[in-house]
Nanobody
Framework: QVQAVESGGGLVQAGGSLRLSCTAS????????MAWFRQAPGKEREGVSC????????YYADSVKGRFTISRDNAKNTLYLQMNSLKPEDTAMYYC???????????????????WGQGTQVTVSS
């Protein structure tokens, strides 16, 4: 059974930082590209960032480019999202996902991802 467990969310003031983690089990972690998505109340799920199986290729949504950094440690089966210069509009539930269209160029279409975590809440106050 595949499990992905996110952690690291919380309440932070605008301009602050958080580091999210996602630890996966029940799958061969380095067989999968990974991604972070987020969903705010009343809004559609939005792709934030994705990373290839090796970590050599990354992609960011324009809304987070230059502020967020995705990385992975395949030895620890863990995906990370370092979030700096947080804004109130970053407030959302953040989810990690495994899969994507291609291990090297996975994209941010949520329908392409097979396995999802339960989410961790990020709240940024102004």
């Amino acid at each position: 059974q595949v499990q992905a467990v996110e952690s690291g969310g919380g309440l932070v003031q605008a301009g602050g930082s958080l580091r999210l983690s996602c630890t996966a089990s029940g799958l061969t972690f380095d067989d999968y590209a990974m991604a972070w998505f987020r969903q705010a109340p009343g809004k559609e799920r939005e792709g934030v960032s994705c990373i290839s199986w090796s970590g050599g290729s990354t992609y960011y949504a324009d809304s987070v480019k230059g502020r967020f950094t995705i990385s992975r440690d395949n030895a620890k089966n863990t995906l990370y999202l370092q979030m700096n210069s947080l804004k109130p509009e970053d407030t959302a539930m953040y989810y990690c996902a495994a899969g994507g269209y291609d291990n090297e160029d996975p994209g941010l279409d949520p329908d392409a991802y097979n396995y999802w975590g339960q989410g961790t809440q990020v709240t940024v106050s102004s």
